[in-house]
């Protein structure tokens, strides 16, 4: 069973920034995309943004240019930057990752809350 583990959410007020993480655990995974999801209470899971094998990223329209994907294959990690937080970007924050042929898995969820 491959688990992910995220970490970095937190309280942070409007236009501050937070960095999240999220680790696979595993011998020898074939990570393929990476990406992260967030869920606020009564709404549907959203792509927040997405990084292929080969680097190439996007994003939703409402955190383009403020957030940022990266990914470290060595690590088996996805980061997620975050700068110039609003109130709107407050949800449970999920990582996704394609692993081989087994299919994608999901990390546990970190509170992101923003404050006015």
Same mark, same amino acid.
């Given at each position: 069973q491959v688990q992910l583990v995220e970490s970095g959410g937190g309280l942070v007020q409007a236009g501050g920034s937070l960095r999240l993480s999220c680790t696979a655990s595993g011998s020898s995974l074939r990570v393929n995309a990476m990406g992260w999801y967030r869920q606020a209470p009564g709404k549907q899971r959203e792509l927040v943004a997405r990084i292929t094998s080969a680097g190439s990223t996007n994003y939703a329209d409402s955190?383009?240019? !403020?957030?940022?994907?990266? !990914?470290? @294959?060595?690590? @088996?990690?996805?980061?997620?930057?975050? @700068?110039?937080?609003?109130?709107?970007?407050?949800?449970?924050? %999920?990582?996704?990752? *394609?692993?081989?042929?087994? *299919?994608? %898995?999901?990390?546990? *969820?970190?509170q992101v809350t923003v404050s006015s």
């Open positions: 955190v383009k240019g !403020r957030f940022t994907i990266s !990914r470290d @294959n060595a690590k @088996n990690t996805v980061y997620l930057q975050m @700068n110039s937080l609003k109130p709107e970007d407050t949800a449970v924050y %999920y990582c996704n990752m *394609g692993i081989g042929t087994v *299919g994608y %898995y999901w990390g546990q *969820g970190t």
